[in-house]
Protein backbone atom coordinates (compact mmCIF):
# COMPACT_ATOMS: atom_id res chain seq x y z
CA UNK A 1 0.00 0.00 0.00
CA UNK A 2 1.65 3.52 -1.16
CA UNK A 3 2.31 5.50 2.00
CA UNK A 4 0.29 9.17 2.39
CA UNK A 5 0.22 11.56 4.61
CA UNK A 6 -2.81 13.98 4.73
CA UNK A 7 -1.89 18.17 4.32
CA UNK A 8 -3.22 19.34 6.94
CA UNK A 9 -0.68 17.32 9.15
CA UNK A 10 1.75 19.33 7.36
CA UNK A 11 0.35 22.59 7.39
CA UNK A 12 0.10 21.65 11.54
CA UNK A 13 3.63 20.35 12.06
CA UNK A 14 5.42 23.20 10.40
CA UNK A 15 3.10 25.98 11.88
CA UNK A 16 1.78 27.30 8.01
CA UNK A 17 -0.90 29.66 7.98
CA UNK A 18 -3.71 28.64 6.06
CA UNK A 19 -5.12 31.47 3.92
CA UNK A 20 -8.06 29.24 2.43
CA UNK A 21 -9.38 27.71 5.19
CA UNK A 22 -12.77 26.95 3.15
CA UNK A 23 -10.90 24.49 1.56
CA UNK A 24 -10.61 20.68 3.72
CA UNK A 25 -6.59 19.94 3.76
CA UNK A 26 -7.94 16.65 5.29
CA UNK A 27 -8.82 15.67 2.22
CA UNK A 28 -5.83 16.48 0.52
CA UNK A 29 -2.92 13.73 0.34
CA UNK A 30 0.36 13.90 -0.23
CA UNK A 31 2.33 10.92 -1.71
CA UNK A 32 5.85 12.21 -2.42
CA UNK A 33 8.71 14.02 -0.30
CA UNK A 34 9.83 16.07 -3.27
CA UNK A 35 8.79 19.21 -3.81
CA UNK A 36 9.21 22.08 -6.60
CA UNK A 37 9.66 25.65 -7.42
CA UNK A 38 7.06 26.72 -10.14
CA UNK A 39 9.55 28.93 -11.75
CA UNK A 40 9.60 27.35 -15.41
CA UNK A 41 5.99 26.59 -15.19
CA UNK A 42 5.16 30.36 -14.26
CA UNK A 43 7.10 31.63 -17.06
CA UNK A 44 4.47 28.73 -19.35
CA UNK A 45 6.66 25.84 -19.65
CA UNK A 46 5.13 22.62 -18.22
CA UNK A 47 6.65 19.45 -19.69
CA UNK A 48 8.28 16.82 -17.69
CA UNK A 49 5.85 18.81 -14.25
CA UNK A 50 5.17 16.53 -11.54
CA UNK A 51 2.25 17.88 -10.56
CA UNK A 52 1.39 15.91 -7.24
CA UNK A 53 4.43 17.72 -5.66
CA UNK A 54 4.15 20.48 -2.85
CA UNK A 55 4.77 23.95 -4.25
CA UNK A 56 6.91 26.43 -3.35
CA UNK A 57 6.49 29.87 -4.40
CA UNK A 58 9.62 31.32 -2.70
CA UNK A 59 10.75 35.79 -3.39
CA UNK A 60 11.72 34.91 -6.74
CA UNK A 61 9.38 33.18 -7.99
CA UNK A 62 6.96 35.80 -6.21
CA UNK A 63 9.05 38.70 -7.67
CA UNK A 64 8.66 37.50 -11.34
CA UNK A 65 4.76 36.78 -11.14
CA UNK A 66 4.70 40.03 -9.43
CA UNK A 67 6.28 42.21 -12.08
CA UNK A 68 3.60 41.13 -14.87
CA UNK A 69 0.46 42.62 -16.15
CA UNK A 70 -2.60 42.22 -14.13
CA UNK A 71 -4.12 39.68 -17.00
CA UNK A 72 -0.90 38.05 -17.78
CA UNK A 73 -0.49 37.04 -14.04
CA UNK A 74 -3.80 36.08 -13.60
CA UNK A 75 -3.50 33.64 -16.58
CA UNK A 76 -0.56 32.45 -15.97
CA UNK A 77 -1.66 31.75 -12.14
CA UNK A 78 -4.83 29.99 -13.29
CA UNK A 79 -3.45 27.23 -15.55
CA UNK A 80 -0.62 26.63 -13.02
CA UNK A 81 -3.76 26.24 -9.73
CA UNK A 82 -5.76 24.54 -12.07
CA UNK A 83 -2.65 21.62 -13.26
CA UNK A 84 -3.33 19.55 -10.30
CA UNK A 85 -1.10 20.21 -7.20
CA UNK A 86 -2.02 19.42 -3.87
CA UNK A 87 -1.20 23.04 -2.40
CA UNK A 88 0.96 25.93 -2.66
CA UNK A 89 3.15 27.49 0.06
CA UNK A 90 4.29 31.14 -0.17
CA UNK A 91 7.57 32.08 1.76
CA UNK A 92 10.11 34.60 2.51
CA UNK A 93 7.14 36.94 3.79
CA UNK A 94 5.77 36.86 0.22
CA UNK A 95 2.05 36.29 0.10
CA UNK A 96 -0.37 35.68 -2.39
CA UNK A 97 -3.23 38.83 -3.71
CA UNK A 98 -6.75 38.74 -3.06
CA UNK A 99 -7.11 37.51 -7.09
CA UNK A 100 -5.08 34.41 -5.99
CA UNK A 101 -6.70 33.31 -3.24
CA UNK A 102 -10.15 33.26 -5.01
CA UNK A 103 -8.51 31.28 -7.94
CA UNK A 104 -6.97 28.81 -5.55
CA UNK A 105 -10.35 29.03 -3.90
CA UNK A 106 -11.81 28.05 -7.58
CA UNK A 107 -9.86 25.04 -8.15
CA UNK A 108 -9.99 23.82 -4.30
CA UNK A 109 -5.97 24.02 -3.85
CA UNK A 110 -5.14 25.16 -0.37
CA UNK A 111 -2.98 28.91 -0.39
CA UNK A 112 -0.17 28.52 2.81
CA UNK A 113 2.09 30.46 3.72
CA UNK A 114 5.46 30.63 6.28
CA UNK A 115 7.66 33.72 7.40
CA UNK A 116 10.87 31.06 7.06
CA UNK A 117 13.08 31.66 4.19
CA UNK A 118 12.74 29.74 1.28
CA UNK A 119 15.72 27.92 1.90
CA UNK A 120 15.39 26.86 5.45
CA UNK A 121 12.11 25.80 4.64
CA UNK A 122 12.68 23.73 1.96
CA UNK A 123 14.98 21.73 3.83
CA UNK A 124 12.58 21.46 6.56
CA UNK A 125 9.68 20.45 4.55
CA UNK A 126 11.80 17.69 2.61
CA UNK A 127 13.27 16.09 5.94
CA UNK A 128 9.70 16.02 7.53
CA UNK A 129 8.43 14.26 4.61
CA UNK A 130 10.97 11.93 4.25
CA UNK A 131 9.81 10.92 7.28
CA UNK A 132 6.63 10.84 7.15
CA UNK A 133 6.75 9.11 3.78
CA UNK A 134 9.33 6.35 4.72
CA UNK A 135 8.27 2.74 3.91
CA UNK A 136 7.58 1.33 7.41
CA UNK A 137 7.13 -1.61 9.49
CA UNK A 138 6.00 -2.22 13.13
CA UNK A 139 8.16 -4.92 14.79
CA UNK A 140 7.77 -6.50 18.22
CA UNK A 141 10.72 -5.03 20.39
CA UNK A 142 11.91 -2.24 22.61
CA UNK A 143 13.66 0.68 21.29
CA UNK A 144 16.30 3.06 24.24
CA UNK A 145 18.46 5.59 23.40
CA UNK A 146 21.71 4.40 25.31
CA UNK A 147 24.20 7.13 25.21
CA UNK A 148 23.12 8.32 21.77
CA UNK A 149 22.75 4.51 19.92
CA UNK A 150 19.76 3.40 19.57
CA UNK A 151 19.49 -0.17 20.69
CA UNK A 152 16.43 -2.27 19.25
CA UNK A 153 15.91 -5.23 21.49
CA UNK A 154 14.25 -8.11 20.68
CA UNK A 155 13.30 -11.42 21.65
CA UNK A 156 10.40 -13.62 22.09
CA UNK A 157 7.50 -11.96 24.39
CA UNK A 158 8.41 -13.08 28.18
CA UNK A 159 12.36 -12.85 27.53
CA UNK A 160 12.63 -9.77 29.69
CA UNK A 161 12.83 -6.99 27.07
CA UNK A 162 10.81 -4.61 29.17
CA UNK A 163 12.58 -5.15 32.22
CA UNK A 164 15.72 -4.50 30.42
CA UNK A 165 14.25 -0.78 28.91
CA UNK A 166 13.24 -0.23 32.63
CA UNK A 167 16.64 -0.62 34.35
CA UNK A 168 18.09 1.01 31.32
CA UNK A 169 15.70 4.03 32.17
CA UNK A 170 16.42 3.95 35.79
CA UNK A 171 19.80 3.96 35.18
CA UNK A 172 19.77 7.45 32.97
CA UNK A 173 19.58 6.19 29.37
CA UNK A 174 15.91 7.31 27.31
CA UNK A 175 12.75 5.07 26.69
CA UNK A 176 11.85 5.48 22.65
CA UNK A 177 8.89 2.49 22.48
CA UNK A 178 8.07 -0.62 24.63
CA UNK A 179 6.70 -3.55 22.85
CA UNK A 180 5.83 -1.97 19.03
CA UNK A 181 8.35 -0.12 17.46
CA UNK A 182 7.19 1.71 14.11
CA UNK A 183 10.12 1.85 12.02
CA UNK A 184 10.93 3.88 8.80
CA UNK A 185 13.39 3.38 6.16
CA UNK A 186 14.37 7.46 5.56
CA UNK A 187 17.51 6.67 3.50
CA UNK A 188 19.71 3.44 2.70
CA UNK A 189 21.83 4.35 5.55
CA UNK A 190 19.04 5.20 8.13
CA UNK A 191 16.67 3.34 9.84
CA UNK A 192 14.35 5.63 12.45
CA UNK A 193 12.24 4.00 15.19
CA UNK A 194 8.88 5.91 17.15
CA UNK A 195 6.10 4.85 19.22
CA UNK A 196 2.62 4.03 18.30
CA UNK A 197 0.63 7.24 20.16
CA UNK A 198 -1.33 4.87 22.03
CA UNK A 199 1.68 3.38 23.52
CA UNK A 200 4.00 6.25 23.76
CA UNK A 201 5.94 6.33 26.68
CA UNK A 202 4.35 3.44 28.03
CA UNK A 203 6.12 0.28 29.52
CA UNK A 204 3.99 -2.72 30.27
CA UNK A 205 5.80 -4.92 33.26
CA UNK A 206 4.09 -8.53 33.45
CA UNK A 207 2.67 -8.58 37.26
CA UNK A 208 2.54 -4.52 37.83
CA UNK A 209 0.42 -3.65 34.21
CA UNK A 210 1.32 -0.48 32.54
CA UNK A 211 3.60 2.47 33.67
CA UNK A 212 4.29 5.54 32.13
CA UNK A 213 8.08 6.55 31.93
CA UNK A 214 7.40 9.93 31.46
CA UNK A 215 5.60 10.66 34.59
CA UNK A 216 7.57 8.37 37.23
CA UNK A 217 10.46 9.37 35.85
CA UNK A 218 10.65 12.78 33.91
CA UNK A 219 10.60 13.65 30.50
CA UNK A 220 14.61 13.50 30.25
CA UNK A 221 13.85 10.16 30.54
CA UNK A 222 11.76 9.56 27.21
CA UNK A 223 12.30 10.23 22.89
CA UNK A 224 9.94 10.48 20.59
CA UNK A 225 12.28 8.69 17.78
CA UNK A 226 15.77 7.49 17.25
CA UNK A 227 18.27 6.01 14.50
CA UNK A 228 18.13 2.46 15.13
CA UNK A 229 22.33 1.74 15.17
CA UNK A 230 22.27 -1.70 16.83
CA UNK A 231 19.94 -4.76 17.81
CA UNK A 232 20.08 -6.83 20.58
CA UNK A 233 18.24 -10.32 20.34
CA UNK A 234 17.62 -11.95 23.69
CA UNK A 235 17.51 -15.41 23.57
CA UNK A 236 17.10 -18.38 25.97
CA UNK A 237 20.47 -20.13 27.27
CA UNK A 238 21.29 -23.33 25.24
CA UNK A 239 24.40 -25.18 26.55
CA UNK A 240 24.73 -26.62 23.26
CA UNK A 241 25.07 -23.86 21.37
CA UNK A 242 28.52 -21.93 20.46
CA UNK A 243 28.14 -18.43 21.06
CA UNK A 244 30.74 -15.86 19.73
CA UNK A 245 33.42 -14.74 22.30
CA UNK A 246 35.53 -12.63 20.56
CA UNK A 247 33.31 -10.79 18.06
CA UNK A 248 35.84 -11.37 15.04
CA UNK A 249 33.08 -10.48 12.68
CA UNK A 250 29.81 -8.11 13.31
CA UNK A 251 26.38 -10.76 12.77
CA UNK A 252 24.06 -8.12 11.08
CA UNK A 253 19.92 -8.57 10.24
CA UNK A 254 18.06 -6.99 7.87
CA UNK A 255 15.45 -4.55 8.11
CA UNK A 256 13.48 -2.46 5.79
CA UNK A 257 16.82 -4.03 3.26
CA UNK A 258 19.40 -1.92 5.69
CA UNK A 259 21.67 -4.25 7.29
CA UNK A 260 22.22 -3.82 11.01
CA UNK A 261 24.86 -4.78 13.20
CA UNK A 262 22.63 -7.84 16.01
CA UNK A 263 24.24 -9.17 18.98
CA UNK A 264 22.63 -12.20 20.25
CA UNK A 265 22.32 -12.20 24.08
CA UNK A 266 22.14 -15.65 25.78
CA UNK A 267 19.62 -15.22 29.01
CA UNK A 268 20.99 -16.68 32.02
CA UNK A 269 19.77 -15.89 36.04
CA UNK A 270 22.16 -13.49 37.31
CA UNK A 271 22.85 -11.43 34.12
CA UNK A 272 22.51 -8.16 34.34
CA UNK A 273 21.15 -7.09 31.29
CA UNK A 274 21.35 -3.32 31.69
CA UNK A 275 24.67 -3.63 32.01
CA UNK A 276 25.39 -5.28 28.75
CA UNK A 277 23.06 -3.43 26.81
CA UNK A 278 25.27 -0.42 27.93
CA UNK A 279 28.77 -2.54 27.28
CA UNK A 280 27.46 -3.42 23.79
CA UNK A 281 26.36 0.26 22.78
CA UNK A 282 29.36 1.89 23.73
CA UNK A 283 31.54 -0.56 22.09
CA UNK A 284 29.81 -0.60 19.09
CA UNK A 285 30.35 3.62 19.26
CA UNK A 286 33.97 2.35 19.88
CA UNK A 287 33.95 0.53 16.57
CA UNK A 288 32.30 3.43 14.51
CA UNK A 289 35.04 5.94 15.86
CA UNK A 290 37.76 3.49 14.75
CA UNK A 291 38.38 1.08 17.49
CA UNK A 292 38.30 -2.25 18.18
CA UNK A 293 39.17 -4.23 21.07
CA UNK A 294 39.51 -7.26 18.75
CA UNK A 295 41.84 -5.99 16.64
CA UNK A 296 44.05 -4.63 19.76
CA UNK A 297 43.93 -8.13 21.22
CA UNK A 298 45.38 -9.65 17.74
CA UNK A 299 47.82 -6.50 17.58
CA UNK A 300 48.64 -7.83 21.33
CA UNK A 301 49.15 -11.61 20.37
CA UNK A 302 50.87 -10.76 17.47
CA UNK A 303 53.63 -8.96 19.13
CA UNK A 304 53.92 -11.37 21.90
CA UNK A 305 54.68 -13.93 19.70
CA UNK A 306 57.38 -11.81 17.78
CA UNK A 307 59.00 -10.96 21.15
CA UNK A 308 59.00 -14.68 21.93
CA UNK A 309 60.51 -15.54 18.42
CA UNK A 310 62.98 -12.66 19.06
CA UNK A 311 64.11 -14.13 22.32
Not at 52 to 57: D, G, K, L, N
Not at 235 to 261: A, M, P
Not at 288 to 310: F, P, T
Request: proline share 3%; aromatic share 6%; charged share 25%.
Amino acid sequence: MKTVVKLAKLAEALKLQNLTPEIDMKKIELTTKDINRPALQLAGYYEHFSSERVQIIGYVEYSYIMQMEREERQERFEKFISSGIPCVIFTTLTEPTGQMIETALKYKVPLLVTSRTTSSFMAEIIRWLGLELAPSLSMHGVLVDVYGEGVLIMGESGIGKSEAALELVRRGHRLVSDDIVVVRKVSDATLIGSAPDVTKHLIELRGIGIIDVRMLYGVEHVKDSQEIDLVIKLEDWNKYKEYDRLGLEDEVTEILGNKVVQHSLPIRPGRNLAVIVETAAVNHRQKKMGYNAVHELQKRVQAKMINKRGN
